[in-house]
């Protein structure tokens, strides 16, 4: 008996310990949203889906206070709060637009989405996923309710539409509570692809009054440009008559649900791949690495090269930096289960590019601030001026319906 418990003594035994996330993050606030989505999500998985949502659904809320948080306290503050807005309906949202909860998880948690621009006029921050495949806006409080407003509406189109539109595919809404400041951010689908390069973009309305990019604007390596820019250069979407018929039936119907709802001042925001030149980028890139492979050039020309950051391009407002090319080997193709909002130009067209085309900024309700900025504008501009970009809803959905069909061949 004593051999037995001498042996007992001696036998060690190792603790497993669970393999947690630690949400690194340059800033607290980040740190906070991601554990506030990685816990949401787990949340539902306890949740059975209904078979249809009520109408408390969209006035629900789930709301996890977290005091003196001692576990990985050099990442996330010691006290904080996650309120997520309308779980199931975003839950849901995300089930129509092809978007699995665990996907969405892993994408926003499994490194800190990144900050790459402030929004000059709202002051919102905007950061992309590790994967360039969602953007986190900050909203005001405002914002906030303009969204609950919206979503009683936005769901029941989206699934009317079986999740066929050009609005923005909104996925999740939450409140961050960080040092006593509440801080809130909505979660949607990137617009643009997270492997193809960006060589043009365009934010336009159907406007022609002071709508031009800033010099500042324009000595940017990416410029958000604007309707006259888009004129001045020309500007066409060469993807031929089949599928200008569909994206116009669908940007129609996105149009007439926002004037039902008195939204207007939206735009359509207009990426352009330029196939032919990023094939003759990817050939001298190329032919660059095997000079280097070979020792034909200058040792401090090569260090030079491969410095990081060299040959990326800078990000701009509004929207990610588009030269880099995350997770997916370039081959110059469409991946229609990430790049959603892309159309290639025809076969037989003058250039060979690819578009990606979405419709944003779509809170803005024509109250009294916008008629008092109409008629501010009708004042500096005269009555008789049509390219004034306030004006009411039922207008501005025709000027840009028209301009945008125009714009299509």
């Given at each position: 008996?004593?051999?037995?418990?001498?042996?007992?003594?001696?036998?060690?035994?190792?603790?497993?310990?669970q393999?947690?996330?630690?949400?690194?993050?340059?800033?607290?606030l980040?740190?906070?949203?991601?554990?506030?989505?990685?816990?949401?999500?787990?949340?539902?998985?306890?949740?059975?889906?209904?078979?249809?949502?009520?109408?408390?659904?969209?006035?629900?809320?789930?709301?996890t206070?977290?005091?003196?948080?001692?576990?990985?306290?050099?990442?996330?503050?010691?006290?904080?709060?996650?309120?997520?807005?309308?779980?199931?309906?975003?839950?849901?949202?995300?089930?129509?637009?092809?978007?699995?909860?665990?996907?969405?998880?892993?994408s926003?948690?499994?490194?800190?989405?990144?900050?790459?621009?402030?929004?000059?006029?709202?002051?919102?921050?905007?950061?992309?996923?590790?994967?360039?495949?969602?953007?986190?806006?900050?909203l005001?409080?405002?914002?906030?309710?303009?969204?609950?407003?919206?979503?009683?509406?936005?769901?029941?189109?989206?699934?009317?539409?079986?999740?066929?539109?050009?609005?923005?595919?909104?996925?999740?809404?939450?409140?961050?509570?960080?040092?006593?400041?509440?801080?809130?951010?909505?979660?949607?689908?990137?617009v643009?692809?997270?492997?193809?390069?960006?060589h043009?973009?365009?934010?336009?309305?159907?406007?022609?009054?002071?709508?031009?990019?800033?010099n500042?604007?324009?000595?940017?390596?990416?410029?958000?440009?604007?309707?006259?820019?888009?004129?001045?250069?020309?500007?066409?979407?060469?993807?031929?008559?089949?599928?200008?018929?569909?994206?116009m039936?669908?940007?129609?119907?996105?149009?007439?649900?926002?004037?039902?709802?008195?939204?207007?001042?939206?735009?359509?925001?207009?990426?352009?791949?330029?196939?032919?030149?990023?094939?003759?980028?990817?050939?001298?890139?190329?032919?660059?690495?095997?000079?280097?492979?070979n020792?034909?050039?200058?040792?401090?020309?090569?260090?030079?090269?491969?410095?990081?950051?060299?040959?990326?391009?800078?990000?701009?407002?509004?929207?990610?930096s588009?030269?880099?090319?995350?997770?997916?080997?370039?081959?110059?193709?469409?991946?229609?289960?990430?790049?959603?909002?892309?159309?290639?130009?025809?076969?037989?067209?003058?250039?060979?590019?690819?578009?990606?085309?979405?419709?944003?900024d779509?809170?803005?309700?024509?109250?009294m601030?916008?008629?008092?900025?109409?008629?501010?504008?009708?004042?500096?501009?005269?009555?008789?001026?049509?390219?004034?970009?306030?004006?009411?809803?039922?207008?501005?959905?025709?000027?840009?319906?028209?301009?945008?069909?125009?714009?299509?061949?």
């Amino acid at each position: 008996m004593s051999g037995v418990t001498s042996k007992l003594k001696k036998k060690h035994i190792r603790v497993k310990h669970q393999k947690v996330k630690v949400f690194r993050a340059s800033e607290p606030l980040i740190s906070v949203f991601m554990w506030g989505v990685n816990h949401a999500i787990n949340d539902l998985a306890c949740v059975n889906v209904p078979v249809m949502l009520m109408p408390d659904d969209f006035r629900s809320y789930s709301k996890t206070r977290v005091d003196n948080h001692l576990f990985n306290k050099e990442n996330l503050p010691s006290h904080f709060k996650v309120k997520e807005y309308c779980p199931l309906v975003f839950r849901n949202l995300r089930e129509r637009f092809g978007v699995d909860d665990q996907d969405y998880r892993e994408s926003l948690t499994r490194s800190e989405p990144l900050h790459f621009a402030n929004h000059g006029k709202s002051g919102a921050k905007f950061y992309i996923s590790s994967d360039r495949i969602y953007i986190v806006k900050t909203l005001t409080s405002e914002e906030v309710e303009q969204m609950h407003a919206l979503l009683k509406q936005y769901h029941p189109y989206v699934v009317e539409r079986h999740g066929k539109t050009l609005l923005p595919q909104y996925l999740g809404m939450y409140r961050l509570t960080v040092d006593g400041v509440e801080h809130y951010m909505v979660v949607s689908r990137n617009v643009f692809s997270n492997h193809l390069k960006l060589h043009r973009k365009y934010d336009l309305k159907g406007s022609t009054v002071d709508r031009e990019a800033s010099n500042k604007e324009k000595g940017k390596d990416l410029p958000t440009l604007k309707d006259n820019d888009f004129i001045r250069d020309g500007g066409k979407i060469f993807i031929g008559d089949e599928a200008k018929e569909k994206l116009m039936e669908t940007l129609t119907a996105d149009v007439e649900f926002l004037t039902r709802l008195h939204l207007m001042d939206y735009s359509l925001l207009l990426g352009v791949h330029d196939s032919e030149k990023a094939e003759q980028d990817d050939k001298e890139k190329t032919d660059s690495q095997v000079k280097d492979e070979n020792g034909v050039e200058d040792e401090d020309e090569s260090d030079e090269a491969n410095e990081p950051g060299q040959g990326g391009v800078p990000t701009p407002p509004d929207s990610p930096s588009p030269g880099l090319h995350g997770e997916f080997e370039f081959d110059g193709r469409i991946i229609p289960e990430i790049d959603i909002y892309a159309i290639p130009s025809y076969p037989s067209a003058p250039k060979r590019e690819i578009y990606f085309l979405a419709v944003i900024d779509v809170l803005t309700h024509y109250g009294m601030k916008k008629q008092a900025a109409k008629a501010a504008k009708t004042v500096k501009y005269g009555s008789n001026v049509e390219g004034i970009s306030t004006c009411e809803p039922e207008q501005y959905a025709k000027r840009f319906l028209d301009f945008i069909q125009k714009a299509i061949e």
